[in-house]
Each structure stands twice: as structure tokens, then as C-alpha cells.
């Protein structure tokens, strides 16, 4: 029966070969005549070796899946809303904004966070003095809270006070972020000398180190991250400091807002260090990332991902750059968290094989409207892991009631518009 078997797939894989010898015809151009000539109903999961559009090739090129249910990269993100914090009733006298990333240490999870506890809500350049505040994150101080459950927080104080005029920082130090190199703690700050708003939100990055997360925490007293010089995009404001220990260095992630138009234009820049005090070396191809608002990145696979929202043209997208520094966009997702501090287990482990993220702690401005101008903390959850496999968090869309959507109505120059656009058409 064997010996049967074999003489006829021997004969038959002899017939393959003289019928394609005769029609000239390699196996791989024999695949291109598929056969149905439409691109087929079963979505490939590799690339298929036909011709396609640019929309198809970067389908297939440009994500880690054709669709975004298997994309890494991509997902949805769901929020918590967090206990332990007070907010004065919301009357805009505290602010909880710009949270750093999670760590995890002595059996707990820790945050760092601009904490704002004014007289007043925030009132303007013009208005401000040495007590009230220009805008939200003016005259403002780093504290810190502990979770063992990342919902509720235990409110732990003060990490860093503002120092002494004319220090680094004396105005206000705000938008944090943490390093752990080496055993000791660094909490990275922009340190304003001046309010803001009185010329832009204009500050350098200062740092204060520890040896322990719960302090005490000790001023290094000079500027780590200098603004560019004049005429650079980032000369006057280095924001979101966000530092991580990649490619053997420190890397420091960070975002600047430009063009001198009020419409400011907002990047990130990538600044490099082997000592956590300096002396930072600015990327020459800075910036980096072309959109974006606050910094959030976090090691994925041998490079950095990035959460890059609110602004310029590739706003609202996942980006993933295999060498911490080209950024090509990964996935597109919507409701990203603002201002996001994940809980990255490997900030600081020098990692090449990048595990990902599944929840952090962000923040949201205005949080009950722009009279009592103040910010909240909440968690945010989401499957951004190599190593969860959560399909809830991979669906499309969120489903908005229609007064979501009627919430987001015409202002009364649009509704003028459209009258006038009326009446030209019906002479009504
Ligand atoms: C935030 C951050 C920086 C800015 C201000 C406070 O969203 O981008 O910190 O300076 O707004």
C-alpha cells in the first residue's frame, strides 16, 4: 500500500514540475494568480503576495496586526475614579495634576503629583501675586500618596517644597516624574522663576534626590534640563520631564510648546544622560515625537512606546519607536488618558524586551468647569501588555448617547454661518 502511495506523489509532484517547466511559471508567481482575483473575503493575517494599495501595504507594514483586536499596541481605555483625596468641595483652591509614573516599593504603590493649595482658585497673569495663583499649576509643590490597591491613596504630604527665591523653581515646581539608578530616587520637576503666563509657561527642569521614595528629598539647585538657546524650538519651556534607564543611559523624554503662535504648537524632545545630575545631552534629531501634549511613554519590546494625545496632526495615537527615538504610529484608540503616569514595573530595568503597560494614573483639567479651574487625579486601566490578554479593552468604539453628542454643540458665529448660508440658498 506504502510503496503505492509514494510511486503516485512521486508521479504527482513530477507532473507539477513539468507542467509549470512548460508554462514557465515559478510557485510563487503560480500563488499570485489566486484564484479569485479579489482580495480575499478571509482577512490575511500576513501580508498577501498580490498587488495592493497604499491603504493595504500600510495596513499590513505600519501595525503589529491588520486588525486592531491582535494589534499590541493597541486599546481602549477604561477609568476609576480614585478615594483619598480631598478637594476642598471643588471650589478650585486644591489641584491633584501631572501625575509621575507608579513604582512599586515596600509593598506599595507610589505616585508623585503637582499639588496645588491656593486661597484662591487660579486668576490670570495679571492678577496673580504671591499668593494667588496665574493658572492652575502656579505656586504649586510636589507631594506623594501610597496604594496598596491604586484606587484608594493614602495622601503621604510634601516630597518637594518650593525653595528659597531665587533657587530653581522658587515660583512653583510642578509635572514630575521619578527615576530610580543605581538604589537612590530621583524626582525630576519643571522649577518656574517666574508665574506662569506672565511671558508663557516658560521653565527649565530641575531634580531633587533621595534615598528612599519617601524622602527626604535633597535639591540638586541647578537647572538638569536647560531650555534651547534663542531662536530653538524648545527655548522657552522644557515641560513633562519623564525619564527612563534605556540603552544603558537615562533617557528623558520631554515636551516643549512653540511656534510663537497663542495656538502653541506642542512636541517631545529626548534628552540623554549617564548620570542621573547631569549633563543632559539633547538629541540632534529633536524633536521626536511631531504631536502630542504631556509625556507618556513606556519600554515595549527592544524599543519605547508612546501615548500621544490632545495635539498636532497625529494626536489620539500609539506610537512605537524600536529605537527609542523614530516614532512611527502603531495604532489609533480614542479617550486616552491625559497627562498619563503608568505603572512601568521596567522604567528602570535597562530593558530589551519592553513587557508593556495596563494601568496608571492620569489627570483631568477643569475637572468641574473653567470658574473653579483645577485638576483631578483618576486611574486609568488598559491592555497595552505583551503579557495580558484583556479583548474588553480591544473593541472599536465607545457608544455615546445622543445629549453626549448634543453636548458638543454649534457655538452662536457657527449658528450665524449657517443662517446666513440659508438664507443665499432659500431667501428665507
Ligand atoms: C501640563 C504640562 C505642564 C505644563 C502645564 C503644567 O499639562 O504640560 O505642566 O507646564 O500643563
Redesign the pocket.
Known sequence: MMKFVLRNMTMLMVAVFVLSACTGQSTAEKEQEAPTKGFPFILPKEKPNRPLSKAMERNYDNYMAPRPEDNELYSQFKYTELKGFDYNDHDGTISR??PSKVIFENGKYYVWY?YRNTPTKPMGAKKCNDTIPSAD?DLSEIWYATSTDGITWEEQGVAVPRPPKPEVGWRSV??CDILKFKGKYYIYY?GFMQA?GLRG?D?PVAVSYADSPDGPWTAYNKVVVDNGAEGEWDQY?I??PHPFVYNDKIYLYY?SDFDGDPRLVRMTGLATSDNPLGPFEKHPLNPVINSG??TTMFPFQEGMAALVIKDGNEHFTIQYAPDGVNFDIAAITMLMPT?AGPYTPDAFTNTKDGRGITWGISHLTAATGWDTNHAILLRFDCDLSLDLDDKDMKHHNYYYKPEHYYKHGLNGKQRKRIAEENKKLTGK
Do not use: F
Request: hydrophobic share 10%.
Open positions: 495634576r501631572d503637582t499649576w510642578t509635572t519643571q506662569s509657561d521653565c519651556s515641560h513633562d515636551k501634549h504631556e497627562a
